[in-house]
């Protein structure tokens, strides 16, 4: 069973930067047998937001357009360990992000971030990213 563990979350100034990381367990993030993992984030009263996916099989990354250019997704094969490097921040990414996985992935379907959605089957708890002014 796949098991999500976040960290880095806190508080930064507008412009500034922060990486979040993600211990997996029960699965290998350099494996053939593709999951998709992925960063949702949560703004307080709004829905689910999906931010970046990642695909474990070849390492397609994708990113939601709110993100893009700003965020990165990766993954450490020896740490077992996904990460979203988060620069150039604003107000609006102020949210709770959450390490999300879902898999393994039939062959063919899609992991990206359009496509996947918040649809994912295992979530962490949540890590707390608050960006001020």
């Known amino acids: 069973q796949v098991r999500l563990l976040e960290s880095g979350g806190g508080s930064v100034q507008v412009g500034g930067s922060l990486r979040l990381s993600c211990g997996v367990s029960?699965?290998?993030?350099?494996?053939?047998?593709?999951?998709?993992l992925g960063w949702v984030r949560q703004a307080p009263g709004k829905e689910r937001e999906a931010v970046a996916t990642?695909?474990?099989?070849?390492?397609?990354?994708t990113y939601g357009d709110s993100v893009k250019g700003r965020f990165t997704i990766s993954r450490e094969k020896a740490k077992n360990a996904l990460y979203l490097e988060m620069t150039g921040l604003k107000s609006e990414d102020t949210g709770t992000y959450y390490c999300?996985?879902?898999?393994?992935?039939?062959?063919?379907?899609?992991?990206?971030?359009?496509?996947?959605?918040?649809?994912?089957?295992?979530w962490g708890q949540g890590t707390q990213v608050t960006v001020s002014s």
């Open positions: 029960g699965h290998t993030v350099n494996t053939y047998t593709g999951f998709c």
């Open positions: 999300a996985a879902l898999g393994p992935m039939t062959y063919g379907a899609s992991c990206s971030v359009s496509v996947i959605g918040t649809n994912f089957g295992v």
């Open positions: 990642l695909y474990t099989g070849d390492g397609r990354e």
